[in-house]
């Protein structure tokens, strides 16, 4: 309150600080603020001292003027696309109680769904910032890799904006996308021009690319299906033409994705003290221990996989302006859950994690709801460097939605 007060009166004084001096912001626990405890979900991180430098979406924030209120939970390690958590009870959705918030940016995705703070940075691996967005009834934007710079850097996660509405999702987006000299990665400035977000674009001629079945993974619910179609059909009554892409893969290319992360989790779950390892949450310790007796040779043909499968995407995909597919085959299940398959948890990502293998911006939109009330996304895709684009496209499915959203402000059981 003391820092809002000091906002109310810079702004009183024409005098801000930026763009969201005075915004109420949260921030996932993988983001590392100076000062403040930084766990990446592990509750054997309990006693780690506090972070002591400030990651690149932080900094900005702060430098914008942001009131960073509290940090967001996530599942054990981030490899989760759910609330599970060894750290904290499982998140829950406010839109039922009983069901899931989606991951890894579970706490992002019900704060906001919740009413708690205007706006939130997440971080997406696979999937974890647009999950929660589609289970949520928000948007969230998974940058162009290189767009938001992030640390540690890295060649698959990207930090990313969610909000309650396009609008705000967007403005944050502005603010995060200056680069940082820290991530060697961080792509070069972008004309700072203000975003400008209207109905009125120019659909003729535009191409858009319509994926429903990947060739593997789970079969879409009627209801996903349903709100796809009737983004597709918007989109084409307006000009666009809409080709439906069959099945773009032979075999299942979320396979050698689940290998690297189970390699991945493994790695950090060694690197806890021994007796500290009984500790994370059971569920992603033994989808992580199958990466124990994976070899070098083995770990190395699946980035080799995840690799040829990229290109196939890119290949496939590069005709068209836009991409249209769900967010994820489900519209939800249970809020305990380490995924929709506890076998393969990140098995229900099969829609978003390709993308953060090529590189390209994806957006998940609020659609609609179901017979439950729960809500459901999609997933709209653009060319590398295009984020501008698929924020437009987005805000356009805003406004056409028929819905109004009532926010459960009272979470609903």
């Known amino acids: 309150m003391h820092q809002a007060h000091a906002s109310e009166s810079r702004w009183g004084k024409g005098t801000g600080l930026g763009p969201l001096d005075g915004i109420p912001v949260s921030i996932k626990d993988s983001i590392a603020l100076k000062g403040w405890p930084w766990r990446h979900g592990l509750g054997a991180n309990r006693n780690l001292p506090d972070s002591i430098f400030t990651a690149p979406p932080a900094a900005r924030l702060l430098e914008a003027g942001a009131l960073i209120f509290a940090k967001t939970v996530m599942p054990d390690c981030g490899l ?11 998140a829950r959705n406010p ?18 769904a919740a009413g708690i703070g205007v706006m939130s940075v997440g971080s997406d691996i696979a999937g974890s910032v647009r999950l929660p ?94 709100a796809v179609q009737a983004v597709a059909t918007a989109f084409a009554e307006r000009g666009a033409v809409v080709e439906y892409l069959e099945k773009p893969y032979d075999h299942d290319a979320m396979e050698p994705i689940d290998r690297a992360m189970q390699v991945r989790g493994w790695a950090e779950i060694q690197g806890l003290a021994p007796e500290l390892r009984k500790e994370v949450w059971p569920a992603v310790y033994r989808w992580a221990q199958a990466a124990s007796s994976c070899t070098a040779q083995q770990y ?96 356009c499915v805003e ?7 009532a926010w459960p402000l009272e979470p609903i059981t």
């Open 300 to 395: 190395l043909s699946a980035l080799s996989d995840i690799a040829r499968d990229r290109a196939r995407m890119q290949q496939l995909t590069e005709r068209f302006d836009y991409l249209l597919t769900p967010v994820m085959p489900m519209v939800n299940f249970a809020f305990d859950a380490s995924g929709a398959d506890e076998a393969m948890p990140l098995r229900h990502a099969q829609f978003t994690a390709p993308f953060n293998q090529t590189g390209q911006p994806a957006v998940s939109v609020h659609h609609s709801f179901d017979d439950r009330g729960l809500p459901i996304g999609v997933q709209i895709v653009g060319q590398r460097f295009n984020d501008l684009g698929v924020l437009k496209m987005a805000y």
């Open 80 to 90: 989760m696309a759910s609330g599970v958590s060894s750290l904290h009870s499982p």
């Open 399 to 405: 406004q056409w939605r028929s819905n109004a959203i």
């Open 95 to 112: 839109w039922g109680m009983q069901y899931n918030t989606g991951g890894s940016s579970a706490g992002a995705g019900a704060s906001l």
């Open 133 to 226: 967005a589609s289970h949520c009834g928000l948007i969230a934007l998974k940058p162009s890799f290189g767009r938001i710079p992030h640390l540690a850097p890295d060649v698959m996660r990207t930090a990313g904006p969610m909000a309650r509405n396009v609008v705000d999702t967007a403005r944050l987006f502005e603010v995060l996308r200056l680069p940082d000299a820290r991530d060697v990665w961080s792509l070069a400035p972008e004309n700072k021009k203000r975003l400008q977000l209207s109905e009125s674009m120019k659909f003729k001629r535009l191409r858009i690319g319509l994926i429903t079945d990947l060739g593997y993974g789970m079969p879409l619910e009627a209801p996903v299906r349903a």
